[in-house]
């Protein structure tokens, strides 16, 4: 049957009807990876009218190559006849002005935009791929105020990328609502790593900056520089940083440079460094800390004393890891009605086994005792004993739990080649060590009070522009000793690099003097200063006169 052209008419004009209808509630849309797709559509049905373009990041221009002493391009010469003929630089036509002097070439390291222009809105990505910017990596919003329904446009973009691995929000004015709706589309990206709010103080107090720090969080990098952080709030960061009960295992760097910690806010971030044996990287500068903040975490970073909540919580953990924590932990009345209950039940079960082989007769005995030894002859042609083969299983379980603490011994070792390497090296070696409870550490008890070896495990401190004087320049000498003295007695490396620039002590004072060469010797990242030889050797000094 064919159908009439009319009725694909009035169908069509339905259509037409349906989607102009205003009150017909619009399909959701499904995100699809591409931010310059789906952002612009998602801030349309969010009542958008201007929409902030999504563009790429621009990037330092790379360093011009090098010209060559004979004037070609890469030292390249012309060949005629067989022979080489030096090339011969371009001559360009120079412009001049009215006055006869020459005129300024346009520079190409950067493009002239109109101010207007370069202050607009905008969201800056990078892409792993130039050519294809399907493939996001990095998002960047910088100089424009995130409002809450911008914050769920975000929520519903961001987590459908999923090679983002950096997010960095810079002065966005974020307020208390706008954080906590960040907070929840960090826990939605899967892949991110690295993120940076910096220059968005919040108002009021109770910040909640522990937001970015969840239980379940995955980042290994934060930055939370100068946004008017207080020490309330910087006991919440402390608190989703280690707890008695808990520890975050994967932030290794935070920076937390330019606020208001002062030593009371520092205090918690110390005592958070206490139980955390992960975080290697840690940046206060400018948070107006004192001695005191110096010799509290110069006495973490090398040996401290347990104080009695901490003496508490040791005893639960070690009660509650150990495997016979039912039978030795139990008061000695309640374990000798166990043994007197387990003795009389064994003694029961042997009287009743006699009762019913004496019942069974001589005739019953003798067929099971034949089955038994042609069982026994099956399953044991060779005639070896049972008690060899519970051996051979015995030791060839111990042997296989003996080689795989060897190999978890061999992966906790640090690279020796990597001595000169990047931070990033150093990460990854420490990623790979096995992050083991403080208070299983082995202890020593001194003067009545129970000490255990300090944090091992902080590579990097930066505590420059504060108010520390020559006593906490000592508190660090003594650290920096007791640590150098437990290398390849103890895992973990210990301060690597120290920053303390620009306090209160004299750059010409002992204490500042002995602690500069120390920590050069560990610094991997240190070269030592060239001497007037070496100088006037280098060809580069030699051209030159």
Sequence with gaps: MVKKPTDKIHKDKNREQNDDDPNKEPEPYICTG???????EVCRRAGYIEIPPVVLRTKPPGSPPAADEKGGKGGQDRKRGGKTEPSQPMVTAVELNKDGTPVDPVPKTYVLKDSYDYLLPRVQIETEIEEKKTIITCVSIRGWKIDTKMGEVLNQ??????????????????TKETLTLMGSVLSQCENLRNLSVEASPLDGSNQPWSVLLPPDSLLTSLSLRNNQIDATAAQSIADALATPKRSNTHLQTLN?????????????IVNALRLNRSLLSLLVTANGITDSGALSIAEVLSSFRLTRDEIVERRILQRDQSPDRHGRNTPPSRRGDKTDRSGSASRTSSDKDKKDKSKGGQSGGKKLAGKDEKTKAKDDPKGKGATKDDGKSKTAKAAAAAAEAKAAKAKGKPSKDKKGGSTQDLTDGAEVLEHTHPYNEPTEYKDGEIIIPGNRALIYLNLSCNEITEVGFDAFNKCVEYQTQLIGKAPGMGLMRLNLLRNLASPTSQSYIRLQNTMTLRDPYYKSPKTPEETDSHPTSAKAK
């Design 256 to 268: 937390l440079s330019y606020n208001y910690i002062g030593d009371a806010g520092f205090q918690h």
């Design 157 to 174: 973009t961001l987590p459908a990328m999923n090679k983002l691995h950096t997010l960095s929000l810079w002065n966005v004015g974020l």
């Design 34 to 40: 591409n931010l310059e797709v789906d952002f612009p």
